[in-house]
């Protein structure tokens, strides 16, 4: 693209750096459509968008045109950024999301390691505009996929049946709120009685025809553009300004480092060929499905063996202990990939480092994910919305640091990343210790109670 467009490798890899930051910004926008309308029509239109994008980057003959389909396919993506991990928490119990955000982050890693590999094969047998090709033939056929086997999620139910919200010890409060609107509407005593206690009653299961419609009422009363503004005022809170960074600066470093392989070892001594590059991301491939393998499980299995330690109470905050495993391993790759780099080892040495980057990651990822959704359940779209602004550092990082590592080397620069990295880690330590505190100062300072019923 370089060659063809008479631009740097930076100016396009910086500039096509946009979408992360539409991505960052669109989140918003979705996660509010979400919460407002339910989650399959925002799906639905997310990969609709995908599809058009795609389409127009195969025919794509410009940088600006190229850059304007990137930008529409990026707004597309945002609900799978920030939507699967609430729909994951609308479905699954506390003990069994650690396995399922494990999968869902097994998902991601393989989409960027098992696509660089691909992708290399097909820009250098077909030509780049067929990786948007190939891209707009499978989001056409995930159109009617989505539309038959992805119902609706949300769900308004009676906050009484809430219990992974910490609703279960105030039954006889809610009962109580409750009887209290009924006697406002003017209902008899019997017929109160007669309501509430009739627990065994279910609702009838909604035929699949039902299922299939894309709009099913509004599912949160709320004006939009508070659930708009809501992500951003979530950040006030200690547990999404932790995740925020932890999550949002330790995943931004594997963007940053896929964004500039090609830069690296298509030099000497590598000389990589545009397929050889993409096998460099074999690695990644590898390092996710092991990581997503073990963190899923060792999670869940950690969770339960500390509640049962903690006399059966279960804590948000046991969901922190893995990231000891993304402290050692992954300031060990940061630091072990720039270093192999700069003393031009063999190529296996920074491909294992760039592999163990992934493992190391996935454990971070589902700690965060668990840990933000058990703190913040009933608030899980706009806390996760909030902790995606780091696409916003993502595209900044993408305007120098092809530059950076031009003027300073890669040694030097991994090893600020690394540092950095360790650093975040370490800030998980007095989250783990006072985390339990600091839910109790947020749950009853006016400020925090305002944010969550804003």
Known sequence: MSESWNMSYNALNGGLGWGIFVIGISCFFT???????????????????????????????SYSSLLASRLIGCIGMSPFEVLVTTTIADLYFVHQRGLRLAMWGLCLSVGVGGGGIISGYIIQDLGWNW????????????????????PETAYRRDAIF????????????????????????????????????????????????????????????????????????????????FSFFAYGLTTSWLVV??????????????????????????????????GAFTSGPIADWAVKIMARKNGGI????????????????????????????????????????????????GFMNIAVYGYLTDCHRDKAPEAFAAINLRNIYSFGMNYFVSSWIVSQGPKQVFCIVGGIHVAICLCAIPMYIFGKRCR??????????VVMRA
């Not at 109790?440 to 109670?449: A, L, P």
């Open 314 to 361: 279960y804590e948000p905050e046991f969901r922190l202990v893995i990231i000891i495993v993304t402290l050692i391993l992954g300031g060990m790759s940061f630091f072990g990939f720039g270093w192999s780099l700069e003393v031009h080892d063999r190529w296996i040495g920074p491909v294992i480092f760039y592999g163990i980057q992934y493992f190391s990651v």
């Open 257 to 290: 480092v896929g964004s500039v392989l090609a830069q690296l070892f298509t030099a000497p001594p590598y000389n990589f060929s545009v397929s050889g590059v993409g096998l460099v991301s074999t690695s990644a491939l590898i390092g996710s499905i092991i």
């Open 31 to 61: 996660n509010a459509l979400a919460v407002v309308y339910g989650r399959r029509p925002v799906f639905l239109l997310g990969n609709l968008l995908l599809f058009i994008s795609s389409l127009w980057g195969y025919f794509a003959h």
């Open 131 to 150: 990786t948007y090709g190939i891209c707009a033939i499978l989001f056409g056929v995930w159109i009617p996929v989505l539309y038959f086997f992805c």
């Open 162 to 241: 809430n219990t992974d919200q910490g609703t279960q010890d105030r039954a006889e409060e809610l009962t109580e709120t409750k009887l209290a609107k009924l006697e406002e509407k003017h209902e008899t005593v019997e017929n109160i009685d007669r309501v509430e206690t009739n627990l065994t009653f279910t609702e009838e299961k909604h035929s699949y025809a039902h299922d299939l419609k894309i709009f099913h009422g509004r599912q949160c009363d709320d004006a939009y553009w508070k659930v708009l503004v809501r992500p951003l005022m979530m950040l006030v809170f200690p547990q999404v300004l």
């Open 440 to 449: 109790s100062w947020t749950s009853r300072v006016k400020i925090f109670q």
